[in-house]
Nanobody, 123 residues
C-alpha cells in the first residue's frame, strides 16, 4: 500500500504561482513513477505531469508545458508540482498518484491516489 497526501493548493490570481507537494508513505519503493492529474468540474481527469523515480525522467502535458514543472525531493517520498503563470483554465482539483509502470500518462495506469488539493485561479 502507498499513501499519498497532497498540499499547497489555494486561491491565486492569474499569472501567479503555487507549489504543490505530494508526500508518499508506505511501499513507495515499489512505485516506478509519480504523476499529477487534475479534474475540473464537469470534465474528465486530465494528465498534467509524471516523473520516473529512478532516472528523474519527466513528461509534461502540452497544455502546461513551459509553465509547470514536476520534480522530486531528495528522498523517495516527495514529489512537487511547480505551477507558474497560472490561468483561469488551470482551476481544478489536483491529484497526486503512484504507478508501477513507466511511462504512465493514463489515469488507469495508476494504482494509488491522494485525496486532491484545490487550485483556484481568479482572473
Amino acid at each position: 500500500q502507498v499513501q499519498l497526501v497532497e498540499s499547497g493548493g489555494g486561491l491565486v490570481q492569474a499569472g501567479g504561482s503555487l507549489r504543490l507537494s505530494c508526500a508518499a508513505s508506505g511501499r513507495t519503493f515499489s512505485s516506478a513513477a509519480m504523476g499529477w492529474f487534475r479534474q475540473a468540474p464537469g470534465k474528465e481527469r486530465e494528465f498534467v505531469a509524471a516523473l520516473r523515480w529512478n532516472s528523474g525522467s519527466t513528461y509534461v502535458a502540452d497544455s502546461v508545458k513551459g509553465r509547470f514543472t514536476i520534480s522530486r525531493g531528495n528522498a523517495k517520498n516527495t514529489v512537487y508540482l511547480q505551477t507558474n503563470s497560472l490561468k483561469a483554465e488551470d482551476t481544478a482539483v489536483y491529484y497526486c498518484a503512484a504507478s508501477n509502470t513507466w511511462p504512465a500518462l493514463d489515469p488507469l495506469e495508476y494504482d494509488y491516489w491522494g485525496q486532491g488539493t484545490q487550485v483556484t485561479v481568479s482572473s
